[in-house]
């Protein structure tokens, strides 16, 4: 059964850092592409960053470019989202998506597979 497990939210400050994992389990990660989104309370799901299969490139969402970083490790079949100065906004349920593809996207009605996500807050 493919499925995808989202670890590593919790309770930061300001300022803080976490990084998040997303394991897969009963398939591969290595031709699938991997998306990170958030949902706040209240708000719309939302893209934060992508890696495409093909060749590891890169999306991020412009308001967080320079904070945030998505990585692979094909051999750990999991993808990290490694998130730096975080603000009280980025408070957030994190998923990650997953999709037989090449080259990724920022749409999250593009993914198959879904993780349940992992709660992420920011509070002083």
């Known amino acids: 059964q493919l499925q995808l497990v989202e670890s590593g939210g919790g309770l930061v400050q300001p300022g803080g850092s976490l990084r998040l994992s997303c394991a897969a389990s009963g398939f591969t990660l290595d031709n699938y592409v991997i998306g990170w989104f958030r949902q706040a309370p209240g708000k719309e799901r939302e893209g934060v960053s992508c890696?495409?299969?093909?060749?590891?490139?890169?999306h991020y969402a412009d308001s967080l470019k320079g904070r945030f970083t998505i990585s692979r490790d094909n051999a750990k079949n999991t993808v990290y989202l490694q998130m730096n100065s975080l603000k009280p906004e980025d408070t957030a349920v994190y998923y990650c998506?997953?999709?037989?593809?090449?080259?990724?996207?920022?749409?999250?009605?593009?993914?198959?597979?879904w993780g349940q996500g992992t709660q992420v807050t920011v509070s002083s």
């Open positions: 998506a997953a999709r037989l593809y090449r080259l990724c996207v920022l749409w999250g009605d593009w993914y198959d597979y």
């Open positions: 890696v495409s299969s093909m060749d590891n490139n890169t």
